[in-house]
């Protein structure tokens, strides 16, 4: 027995040489394959284009908050690059005087830079010609201040729309104004929205076709959602399209032809609704619009439905939360596709939507990405509704699934919530994979920029009751950070391939915007103050900037009038989850601002509050 | 201990625990076609109302039960605010007495808060301004409840700090000036 | 003896008609209970009688003879209990399978229990066919009826004696129960397991109708609230839509939305009022608007205080929800 | 005679007659005064208190019977609010079941247990007397706080979440479950008293199989006090939590449940009923055997019945909770469970009328309380027998039928044997009899009071009247058998009156009883009544199960403990074999200021949970001044062969 040791150690000495060898070549080779991929991903032919007639803008200047009606936020200056992006200073700053959440993107005509503030919605035009930047002209449009109180998260402003020599702006409390550019003279101003009732306005309305397209905000208040277009000379309502309800409300009629059977039929908007629910049952538009000339349609999405405890509302709910394309001069619905039928977590779909002109399977399609709230990137025929993929980006665990037969996303039943228990570990929560906060797109890389969340929540069905202009939620909810432990993330998500090109983990929730630029820089900022520059193609943080408050606002990009170009950004912490410290509101209780408070109840400790517009350009 | 003395503690006992104990459904108010809220005009003078809510254990449970009904936990959520100040933190913006929480509830803020006369009850509303001081520990440690049947909403309210911090009577919070 | 004469009284009530007694039989599960019943009354009965007749002869009898056999008497009673009890194990299991056999053929009704009402919803595939209501139900004869049981507060029993056995609601959970009402006819339900304080407050009518019926009914519940007519009751619609009766209370079609408390839409076609506490007048409306906390103290309808012709007007206006 | 050697430390054929009851008496007697009266460690003083004080809490418990009923007696009757009656109803079984039921058995056998097994005092005598302070103290919180408009209201099975902190506001549900904990640490106590007493304190030659029916009962008892008592001690002790520091074991959203609490608590609650019906089956074969002129017929039978109930009534508790929801294979089990515990009460059913049978009975009152007892008991088990089928329970649960069901249990089961034994025992305990008309009287109005009161309830119940309502509408059909139920409560309240004015009357100026009146077999009628604080002169050995029948005069003694001291024999567990001479505790006021710290912590501890923590301090001084060894160099005894 003795003897036969040595011979049984050489023999198990010689297995793991051989088996270390033999492992340590097929890790070398695959490590070496997936460096070879990396280095050589996007020198394809097929990349992604922004789609041909959506993505003009004029050079140098910033119209509308996305850029172009493709909804790229992508800039084609390339003075700042990759290499000297690391040299930007601060060119100037301007104190709006508010402290709440900051969202709006500047807009620059010409010589002159735009910014809204958050309630009170003043307007500020700053002369950029001058060295100190003065104020040209303020407009204050003095909101009814009872409008603070039914804003569901924080009382921001999106931002406003320049077309034609006026600047057309929202208040909270739901009226559209038009301002002259050059004077800050009214020139009309249109009520769109009833306080009484929850309806609020904090989205950027979008110009197009001589029309001001404008939605409301009051999803967790019982609002029944519409989409107006004003006429953008006289102001005058020229259609409305609700998002509930029969379907000559909707603006449902012979052209309807939703790609999927479930969205086919007549008043859906009123059967897939339990008795009168569909009156409070949501489905606002507080989000992006996108426009394609070419086809002649708008596209935007509807908020969830209310109320949130989808035990009160058995059914399809239409046409919450989902996806509309319209005619822009009448308003008929062209088709729907909904992302989140009967919505459980106030997924809705109101997100941005980036017209792309792009190869599936081999043929180029006319698409519409959209990074959904239910964390799922959904590329969508824009012609006909067709969904031709929807692949994760995000930690998921309420959804397995795109069904793309029938269109339906599949639940996890492990993951619906109910009434009298608590379900847990709900991925995306509320807020979604991705909140409002919009992605940026480039041509140059074909990769789609996605500032987005990793947050998980405990959710619990209570029932609610319908208070006219209080809240109508019925549930609880407590946030926490998604798998990983970290609460934001930058996604660059190539719509091609499929699947992320390189992602950034972020601490803190990313609740701000990103920009894209000619010079293969992708801009966003972070809750903690901090402004980012990283390179398109690898991610690689190539600057930052720490600002005086947590950054919540989109980046834009503009040459100024003395030749250079300027990135601007707004720092203010606020909206949903900055309202924390922009609100002044107690984390100790982990259910407050809807759940939310509780995922960052450190927030406190990186920012204060701000109201700050820092603009930044390379040292002369 | 002589019996005099025993017998005064007993009856010492013996009000506090009606006082906290007692259930009354009918609230406990002032004719209801009286004067609203008239002490409330009169700060030096509390209302004789308040302390037959606050120091009141069902009447704060009722108060809890409406907070949820009203929508009230909509915007304050269980105490922490949201789209609604905060109620458990040392702030008030519009005073912290009952009469001022009534008032408050009874005609609205300018800045939000709805009008809920003609649609609550002034026992109601009592109701309610008790259980909203008990959010920030103003009412009798022994009178809260150490949790709600629902969602967990943090330290219980039992063991949160006993003495309770000043109540800042109004005093206009930054936020909230246009 | 003198104890079984009431016992059989008792069983002679079954034969009698009331609304919410346990031998009524009136639906399938009430028939199996009430023939089971029956058997365990006759077993029991026996075997008192025989407790009595040995307690009886015991005492009485005269005490000569020798030793009886009373070691294999209990050995012998030992063994007829021994049997008699598999015996009745085994029956109550067979019926215990029996009534959970009951076919099941879709119509599903979900009532939550509150302090101290019922809510009452039929569901169906089609969501706006769905039907709110509270404190009643109506049911076809002959058809099982899945009834799902949740509980928004504390643990409350659903019990239609003459139909059914009890199921609780339990917060947290959701228990079910399929019934076959079979007789036509009006009945009541209590709550069964004390729920606080109005505990004894918390029934509700059932009324079992022929299914051409009980369809006509569903039809007509699903219709909005009839509008005002008079000017009487136009002011009381202007007072409950606009006041505090709409904060909690719904009524479909108008601007009372209030998901709270009992659904107010076709409130004058139930048979009671307060969740059983009143037959369904006038004079019992009137008495329970004005003050619902006197026949029902601590529920959680509060005393408004209207002024009389508030009253008059509201009272009118809610007569008119037929 | 010669004189005797005053350092004569041991009893023996010297020492006997006066002298050994100067001696004994100087060893065992407490010091006088107020201070010697709370100090007691005398289980005779010691039980008399627990017995008066139980009564009394009968009596208050009672009068909420009487409330209930006058409230109930009309349909809509206005008598009284919902609330106070739902605070009364809750009351009323709690103080029954917890304040007097439990406890009034315990309390007899600890009057009666050691005499019966012929000892001088119990083991661990001032645990004794510390269960009785915690007893005394946790009813006076309950009712002081019912006085005080705190009384619980949740019922006295407090379901949550209706005891839980959102729905019961204020402190009453913490006063009820507080209350619990007084009378677990008491029960506990004495049952841990009871079980070793039992065990290791018989008179030599006493084995297990001679030892007396009662004894096996409450051996029986006490093992199942401890078994089941930790249950619901757990299960309120989780609701205290949940009430006070915002735990989630009962809050389902949370990931507890609500039927965590009832498994907890029928798991305690089943047994329970037992824990009270078992000691009452012991008095009835005492009384039987008394009575009959005879032993118990098949003893051997009757002590397995005991034990197999014991054992039984632990798989049972589902039976509460069939309409739960559980799944329903499972029920079947507790179905057939449930009717097989009334095997073995049908055993001992059969034994007591074969006992009457075989033997010459003499209708004396206990004995009219025994025969009432069977007419009236059955009634309730074979109602219990419908119970147990899942079918019929779905129906009859938590109606009027289970209110009659289980008050034909508890007293046509408990309290009318606990009545009669009480007169049984009365001339031990006093020294004079109880008159014999009065209680014929007393009997015969509490008997036809009590079938009047609860038979129409199985009517009322079956016409679907449920439990726990503070009023019914009329026009159901209830009001009539409600009123003959009410007018039959008074009459049998009337009865109970006419019971504690003959105790009153006969305490004062009965018939001088000699120490055997009922010429019965047990040890306990050895001796003088009232005994002496020592109990036996010489303590007793025994050669059969009736000693006083087949000894006579000639009782053998056993010599040899100590008569300057306190001193106490144990015996083997099984054979009863002298095995070691053991020291009794003496007379001492800590456990009394234990209960005293102990009882405040439990009290403040509603409060706030700090009070445990600085409640805990004075509990240990106390605890640890009454443990301290007072004679540590005292060597233990040697073995007796």
Known sequence: ?620 | MSSPCRASLLALVLLAGCDEQARDPRGHPLPETGPLLSAAMNPARPDPRAVDYYKNAFEVSQGQQLFQWMNCSGCHSNGGGGMGPALSDTKWRYGSSMADIVQTIANGRPNGMPSFSGKLTQAEMWQLAAYVRSLSQHVPQSIRSGRTEGLSVGEPSTLRDPHPPRAVTPKQDEASVE | MRKLRPLLACLALSGCHGRQVMLGAAGRDGSMFANLWLVFLIVTLVFYALVLIGLVWAILRRREGGEPATRTGLLVWVGVISVTLAGLSIASWLVDRNMNRAPFTGLTVEITGHQWWWDVRYTSADPSQTLRTSNQLHLPAGMPVRVILKSADVIHSFWIPNISGKQDLIPGRTNDIVITPEKVGLYRSQCAEYCGLEHAHMAFDVTVEPLADFEKWWAQGLLPARAPVTPLQKAGYAYVTTRECSTCHNIAGTPATGQVAPDLTHLASRLSLGAGTYPMNSGHLAAWVADPQSAKPGNKMPVIGLEPDQLNAVVSYLESLK | MTELDPDLARDGPELTGVELDRRLTAAWRRQPGLIGWLSTTDHKEIGKRYIVTAFVFLALAGVLGLVMRAQLARPESGLITADRYNQIFTMHGTTMMFLFAVPVMEAMAIYVIPLMLGTRNMTFARLNAFSYWMYLFGGTMLWVAFVLNTGPDAGWFSYTPLSGPEYAPGKRVDIWAQMITFTEVSGLAAAVVMATTILKQRAPGMTLAKMPIFAWSMLVVALMIIFALPAVALDSGMLLSDRLVGTHFFNPYEGGDALLWQHLFWFFGHPEVYIIFLPATGFISELVATFSRRPVFAYPAVVVSLCATGLLAFGLWVHHMFATGLPRLGFAFYTAASLTVSIPTGVQIFCWIATIWLGRPQFRVPMLWVIGFIVTFVIGGLTGVMLASVPLDLQLHDTYFVVAHFHYVLIGGAVFPLLGAVTYWFPKATGRMMSEALGKLSFAVTFVGFHLTFFPMHITGMMGMPRRVYTYPAGMGWGTLNMISSIGAAILAFGVLLFVINIILSFRAGRVAGANPWEAAGLEWATTSPPPVYNFPHLPAVASRTPLWDEGEGLPVTTGLRVDDRELLSVTIIDAIPSVREPSPKPTIWPLLSAIAIGVTFVWSIFTPWALVFGLVPSAIALTIWFWPKNPDVPPEPEID
């Open chain 1, 1 to 620: 027995m003795a003897q036969r040791w040595p011979k049984l150690v050489l023999l198990v000495a010689v297995g793991l040489v051989v088996a270390a060898l033999v492992a340590f070549l097929i890790i070398r080779g695959t490590g070496e394959r997936a460096a070879e991929a990396a280095r050589t991903p996007y020198e394809q032919p097929a990349l992604a284009k922004t789609a041909a007639g959506a993505g003009a803008h004029p050079a140098g200047q910033w119209y509308i908050p996305a850029g172009d009606y493709a909804s790229t936020r992508f800039s084609d200056l390339a003075d700042i690059n990759t290499q000297n992006v690391g040299q930007l200073k601060p060119a100037f700053t301007f104190d709006t005087g508010y402290l709440k959440g900051h969202e709006a993107a500047p807009l620059v005509v010409g010589s002159t830079m735009y910014l809204v503030t958050p309630y009170p919605n003043v307007v500020y035009a700053l002369d950029l010609t001058k060295p100190d930047r003065p104020v040209k002209w303020s407009f204050n449009p003095h909101p009814n201040p009872k409008s603070q109180g039914i804003a569901c998260c924080d009382v921001v402003d999106r931002g406003m729309s320049y077309d034609n020599g006026r600047l057309f702006m929202v208040t909270l409390d739901g009226q559209v104004i038009a301002l002259d550019a050059n004077s800050g003279a009214q020139v009309w101003r249109t009520p769109v929205a009833d306080i009484s009732k929850g309806e609020t306005v904090t989205m950027a309305p979008l110009v197009a076709a001589g029309k001001v397209l404008v939605g409301d905000s009051g999803g967790e208040l019982g609002v029944r959602g519409s989409l107006k277009a004003l006429d953008e000379g006289s102001g005058k309502v020229v259609w409305k399209a609700y998002s509930t309800g029969p379907d000559k409300d909707v603006l449902i009629g012979p052209n309807f032809h939703p790609y999927y059977p479930s969205d086919q039929g007549k008043d859906l908007g009123v059967k897939s609704w339990p008795g009168e629910a569909w009156k409070q049952g949501g489905g606002t538009i507080w989000g992006w619009i996108s426009y394609d000339p070419e086809l002649h349609m708008i596209y935007y999405g509807t908020s969830n439905p209310g109320p949130w405890d989808a035990e009160d509302r058995p059914g399809d709910d239409k046409w919450t939360a989902g996806i509309f394309a319209r005619d822009i001069d009448t308003g008929q619905a062209r088709w729907f596709y909904q992302t989140a039928p009967h919505d459980l977590y106030d997924h809705d779909a109101i997100n941005e939507m980036i017209l792309l002109d792009m190869p599936v399977n081999g043929t180029m399609r006319k698409v519409l990405v959209q990074p959904g709230r239910t964390g799922f990137m959904y590329v969508i025929d824009r012609v006909t509704g067709q969904v031709l993929s929807a692949d994760p980006y995000a930690s998921m665990t309420a959804y397995t699934g795109v069904d793309l037969k029938t269109g339906r996303i599949q639940h996890n039943p492990a993951e619906v919530p109910q009434s009298g228990r608590v379900t847990r570990g709900i991925c995306p929560a509320a807020p979604g994979g991705k909140d409002w906060n919009p992605s940026a797109f480039s041509p140059r890389t074909g990769l789609l920029y996605v500032p987005h969340l990793n947050l998980c929540m405990d959710h619990v069905y209570t029932g609610a009751n319908y208070i006219s202009g209080t809240p109508f939620l019925g549930v609880e909810s407590k946030m926490y950070a998604g798998p990983g432990g970290y609460r934001g993330e930058m996604t660059a998500w190539d719509p091609v391939r499929r699947k992320p090109a390189w992602q950034i983990r972020e601490n803190l929730p990313l609740w701000s915007g990103a920009l894209a630029t000619a010079g293969d820089v992708v801009f966003y900022g972070t809750l903690d103050g901090w402004f980012k520059a990283v390179d398109a193609r690898s991610g690689k943080l190539l600057w930052k900037y720490r600002t005086e408050s947590g950054i919540v606002g989109q980046p834009i990009s503009y040459r100024g009038p003395d030749g250079r170009q300027y990135i601007a950004i707004y720092s203010g912490v606020g909206g949903w989850v900055g309202g924390l410290v922009s609100g002044g509101f107690d984390p100790r209780d982990p259910t407050a601002g809807l759940g939310i408070f509780n995922a960052v109840p450190d927030l406190a400790k990186y920012t204060g509050r701000g109201g700050r517009l820092y603009v930044f350009a390379l040292p002369r």
